[in-house]
């Protein structure tokens, strides 16, 4: 599958491009900059990176379009792919729909102290033999 991301630069949106082009997907995306980290790891990990938000950018048309948050309804990449009657998502569906299914997610949230409790269940569910994504 073809997928384009709208605003790819953020940590989320650039993690999920990741995601999606490990999985064997063919993946671009576009921003206003791309600066470390997240611009050299898309390059690292081969993903086509545009700057500038054109509706030239959806040439030929993917077959998913992700818009990031950080999008107005005036953007004119995610304007023209609306427009254009282009299956588009959120980075939030895209996850869940696409990434999410063939996995059993432990999701930590809060204010303080996520990336902590995150690496101590990652630490533990290595410990115990578990293979966790993180």
Do not use: N, Y
């Given at each position: 599958m073809r997928v384009h991301f709208v605003a790819i630069?953020?940590?989320?949106?650039?993690?999920?491009?990741?995601?999606?082009?490990?999985?064997?997907h063919e993946v671009s995306g576009?921003?206003?900059a791309f600066y470390p980290p997240m611009?050299?790891?898309l390059n690292a990990w081969g993903v086509r990176c545009?700057?500038?938000f054109t509706p030239e950018h959806l040439d030929p048309e993917p077959d998913l379009v992700v818009i990031g948050n950080v999008c107005r309804p005036t953007n004119p990449e995610a304007k023209a792919a609306r427009d254009r009657g282009m299956r588009v998502t959120t980075m939030a569906h895209a996850l869940a729909d696409h990434m999410?299914?063939?996995t059993s997610p432990l999701v930590v949230?809060?204010?303080?102290?996520?990336?902590?409790t995150?690496?101590?269940a990652a630490y533990l569910l290595h410990a115990?033999?578990?293979d966790p994504g993180f």
């Open positions: 630069a953020g940590t989320g949106m650039g993690a999920l491009a990741g995601l999606f082009k490990a999985a064997g576009s921003d206003t611009g050299p790891a545009l700057e500038g999410l299914p063939s949230a809060g204010t303080h102290g996520k990336t902590t995150s690496a101590l115990v033999g578990r």
